[in-house]
């Protein structure tokens, strides 16, 4: 059984986790979530990124996840377009800095493999092209790939983006290790 992560990291942060089972062939879907910044803008930045790490290392607890049980994770590279907040570029530190301890907390030796993507690589291998907008790859993903996983009807709409987009980055984690 190989344990994957995706995740998609910013101010909400998404989180997907599937199992899958090689001598089936058959992907399991575990969880998926998104942590949000829940700060006041007016909190000093050391509290509001220190909340975004706990929140992290909450929502892995809560989901009953065993982290010593991941054996791959994928992250979306981001794009930082022109006029991104501070604290935005800091709360993708903060993530990294949690992927760190989570793959390298197995010493001696990491024993999880991180891999990133950029959005394009990610859309390519969800849908075959890379340059798909964040709207028709929602839909796409939504359509094709959600309901193989969760009950549609019963999911909730909040922070759906990063939820969608974790798992593709789960996905794509896994056709990378496969190959």
Known sequence: MLRILGIDPGLVTGLAEIDYDKEKEKITAIGWGAVNLKTSSKDPLHYRLYI???????????KGLHTEEIDVIGVEENFMPRGTSTVGI????VVESFIGKLAYDHIPLPLVKVYNFPPASIKKVIMGKGNASRKDFTKFMWDNVIGNFFNREKEEKKFLQHKVDALAVALTALKKEVE
Not at 52 to 62: C, F, P, R, T, V
Not at 90 to 93: L, R
């Open 90 to 93: 800091k709360a993708c530190g």
């Open 52 to 62: 975004l790490e706990k929140s992290l290392e909450q929502w892995i607890e809560h």
